[in-house]
């Protein structure tokens, strides 16, 4: 069983900045695949970014590239959404969740692939 609390989360205005984290337990994180989602109001959750256990592979939706930025501190079990230049439709919440048994260095997007989630984080961006 693994357990995930995200933190970071908030109300920002168009083009601001926010660090979102997850928090995971269990002693082998370094052997977790690990991923951002969303979930905007009637809507599906949707693919944000994902890292590879060895952090060297990373991947990112379209519309968040060369914004949001996926990180991961294995000392920490901890891994991050650094999200910049923020605008109205990111609003969601934001969901991390981790896969077990993943290969060494593949990002995963496929939301089905993924084991455990938090709980989310609720991210408002006014206009």
């Known amino acids: 069983q693994v357990q995930l609390v995200e933190s970071g989360g908030g109300l920002v205005q168009a083009g601001g900045s926010l660090r979102l984290s997850c928090a995971a337990s269990?002693?082998?994180?370094?052997?977790?695949?690990l991923g951002w989602f969303r979930q905007a109001p009637g809507k599906e959750r949707e693919f944000v970014a994902a890292i590879s256990r060895s952090g060297g592979s990373t991947s990112y939706a379209d519309s968040v590239k060369g914004r949001f930025s996926i990180s991961r501190d294995n000392a920490k079990n901890t891994v991050y959404l650094q999200v910049n230049s923020l605008k109205p439709g990111d609003t969601a919440v934001y969901y991390c969740?981790?896969?077990?048994?993943?290969?060494?260095?593949?990002?995963?997007?496929?939301?089905?692939?993924?084991?455990?989630w938090g709980q989310g984080t609720q991210v408002t961006v006014s206009s």
């Open positions: 969740a981790t896969k077990l048994n993943a290969y060494l260095n593949a990002p995963y997007s496929d939301k089905n692939e993924y084991d455990y």
């Open positions: 269990g002693r082998t994180f370094s052997t977790y695949a």
